[in-house]
């Protein structure tokens, strides 16, 4: 395989040209490389400098990323973002950016992991962005406590950044965006529903919350933006033999 082949292959089920006119990342091909076999790629949440420089060590070609480098408009290379593009050149290794196709796929994205951690059934899209659905929403059966919840969508034990525990002690439905989505909380609570799960908190829903008799839980961006990236890292090491490794590096927020 090589960079326009693993291009051809990403793009054969995560729906980039649907989202060009939606998503300010540039999605794809974000920085190229020379010709030649791609046998190793990185995968990560960011493309930081850490994440870029581990790539490196780890003698990967590629790097796959959900967070990009170029978002909406043009922008100059120099300071920090010149130093990272610095690097991918000095180490030939191309840049390959998956932002909301990756968000919103209904399998390998990263609101279909969460919705299968969580225990959904009867899935339906939810969460709309300018026309087209990023997250789902289901039922619970049995409905877990709120603790239990949260459990599931956090498996390695750490703290969500906010939880506001307004609804009922029994979880039987909720609905899941990844990352920053804390607003759609309303559509939430005009649905119904039990528990709202995303990355980020915001002030602003507090109230709205309380008053509405819903669950909200803030897991965090990074926490919640993990899960897609490394199910399209177990897909293409199992349908193409291209060996993958993941880069870690939490935040935190």
């Known amino acids: 395989m090589n960079l326009p082949e693993l291009d ?3 793009r054969s089920f995560l729906e980039i040209e649907a989202f060009k006119k939606v998503d300010d990342s540039l999605n794809g091909i974000q920085v190229g490389r020379s010709e030649g076999p791609v046998t190793r790629v990185a995968f990560a949440v ?14 990967a070609q590629v790097l796959f990323v959900h967070h990009g480098l170029f978002w909406g408009s043009p ?3 120099q300071g920090a973002l010149m130093e990272r593009v610095r690097t991918l050149l000095d180490r030939d290794m191309a840049l390959y950016a998956c932002h909301l196709p990756l968000d919103a796929h209904p399998e390998y994205g990263n609101n279909a992991v969460l919705a299968r951690m969580l225990g959904l059934s009867g899935v339906k899209p939810f969460g709309f962005y300018k026309g087209i659905s990023l997250g789902f929403r289901g039922v619970l059966d049995p409905a877990p406590t709120l603790e239990e919840a949260i459990r599931r969508i956090l498996p390695d034990g750490s703290k969500p950044r906010a939880v506001l525990p307004f609804g009922p002690d029994r979880i039987s439905s909720a609905a899941v965006v990844s990352g920053g989505a804390p607003h759609e909380l309303f559509e939430a609570v005009e649905e119904g529903l039990d528990l709202y799960v995303t990355g980020e908190p915001s002030h602003s829903v507090y109230h709205a919350a309380q008053e509405s008799g819903i669950n909200f ?11 897609g990236v490394r199910a399209v890292a ?7 033999g291209t060996e993958t490794v993941f880069v870690e590096v ?4």
């Open 234 to 240: 177990e897909k293409l090491a199992r349908e193409t």
């Open 8 to 10: 051809a292959w990403c």
């Open 217 to 227: 839980v803030a897991a965090g961006h990074y926490a919640t933006e993990v899960w």
């Open 250 to 253: 939490p935040t935190g927020l």
């Open 46 to 59: 960011d493309a930081c400098a850490e994440t870029i420089r581990r790539a490196a060590e780890e003698k």
């Open 75 to 77: 922008a100059r290379i």
